[in-house]
């Protein structure tokens, strides 16, 4: 359970202020959409929440459960439970991707003691475990011998993206784009997916282009606009249907 707060946040990077007054609070297993056009600062949003360097925090508060986090590095973001999946993910020569994903289970669940997680003994069941994962989101076994996201295609970098949040089951997850550049078939795979890991009361935020891949969620509860790096309105689900017909001019120009 974790609620976050942002707080009227102005971010620059190399000296150009990109995000100008975001206010975003999500609650406690709460499954929320950010959509806006190209270029408005949504994965600086989210590069911000994660403590990436090149994102400088010139005014404004990130709480986590009430307390800040701007002081923390990424590493102990993601241990208090918070989750990035990126729009364009980095392949990894040399981490093996199933070594990856144990060490970061067993770091984030000591990280975590308290929350209710699973202990996996051996490799032999942690393994089983990333297959039963791996399945859910239509990746092979043999992904697991592999370096993280090396040579992975645009469409299996996004399906492993997902993964890693089915199985490190932060507490909140950003997902960046998920569903950009994917058949509908996967689509609807990493829908089910998200919404399996936001049946436990974790929070998700989805930032997409598309109404096409909410429609596929479980549920969905609060839908923002975010245009010139700020939300500029925010609504139920219906507002994502309403988007998709209308597009984003009217939001900054209403009649
Ligand atoms: N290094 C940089 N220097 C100046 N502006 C940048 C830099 N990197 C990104 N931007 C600008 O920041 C804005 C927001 O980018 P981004 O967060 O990627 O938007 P989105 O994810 O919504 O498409 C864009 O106008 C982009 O050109
Ligand atoms: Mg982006």
Redesign the pocket.
């Known amino acids: 359970m974790a609620v976050l707060e942002i707080r009227d946040l102005h971010v620059s ?4 202020e ?1 995000l100008k007054g975001v206010n975003l609070r999500t609650g406690p297993g709460e499954v929320h959409a950010i959509m ?12 911000t929440l994660l403590a990436h360097p ?1 994102y400088e925090v010139t005014s404004g508060e990130i709480l986590l459960d009430g307390e800040s986090i701007l002081g923390l590095s990424a590493d102990q973001r993601a241990k208090k439970g918070l989750f990035l999946g990126f ?1 364009y993910p980095t392949e990894v020569s040399g981490v093996g991707y199933s070594h990856f994903l144990r060490t970061s289970y067993n770091s984030l669940s000591k990280a975590l003691q308290g929350d209710d997680r699973e202990v996996f003994i051996t490799v032999r069941e942690f393994q089983k475990y990333l297959k039963d994962n791996l399945s859910k989101v239509g990746l092979r076994d043999d992904f697991l011998a592999r370096y993280l996201n090396e040579g992975f295609s645009g469409g299996e970098k996004k399906r492993s993206e997902v993964l890693q949040m089915a199985v490190l089951r932060p507490r909140i997850s950003i997902l ?2 998920p569903d950009s550049g994917l058949d509908v078939d996967a689509v609807q795979a990493v829908a089910k997916a998200i919404s399996e890991v936001s049946a436990e009361d974790s929070t998700v935020v989805v ?1 997409t282009h598309y109404a096409r891949i909410l429609k596929f969620l479980n549920k969905l509860d609060h839908v923002h606009v ?1 245009m010139d ?1 700020r939300v500029l309105k925010s609504g139920d689900a219906s507002l994502a249907d309403e988007l998709d017909r209308r597009g984003y001019d009217w939001v900054a120009n209403p009649q």
């Open positions: 990077r190399d000296g150009k990109i806006g056009p190209n270029g408005s600062g949504k994965s600086t949003l989210s590069y090149k729009q960046d784009e930032i975010f790096g």
